[in-house]
């Protein structure tokens, strides 16, 4: 089994930053990719970023030069830098682990970010 831990989570006055963590725990070795989604109110889920053990990576559209994802395959951990933030980014953010590189197997539980003046 796999756990993963998201922590950095808060409140941000748009514009500001914020970096979520996530600590990933058990049998990981076998899966490649780690990412993140995000749910905001009334929306449906969706992909923010993904990245491989190897550093590859994929950001949709309305992050892309805002957000930066990445690793430390050491700490078995990846994470989301949030910057310029936005009301629209407005969200749970939820840590994701696959095998495949757009798959995912497991969930974490999530962390609100909410981006307000």
């Known amino acids: 089994q796999v756990q993963l831990v998201e922590s950095g989570g808060g409140l941000v006055q748009p514009g500001g930053s914020l970096r979520l963590s996530c600590a990933a725990s058990?049998?990981?070795?076998?899966?490649?990719?780690m990412g993140w989604h995000r749910q905001a109110p009334g929306k449906e889920r969706e992909l923010v970023a993904i990245i491989s053990r190897l550093g590859n990576t994929k950001y949709i559209d309305p992050v892309k030069g805002r957000f930066t994802i990445s690793r430390d395959n050491a700490k078995n951990t990846v994470y989301l830098q949030m910057n310029s933030l936005k009301p629209v980014d407005t969200a749970v953010y939820y840590c994701?682990?696959?095998?495949?590189?757009?798959?995912?197997?497991?969930w974490g539980k999530g962390t609100l970010v909410t981006v307000s003046s």
């Open positions: 994701t682990v696959g095998g495949g590189f757009y798959e995912v197997d497991y």
């Open positions: 058990g049998s990981i070795a076998r899966f490649n990719a």
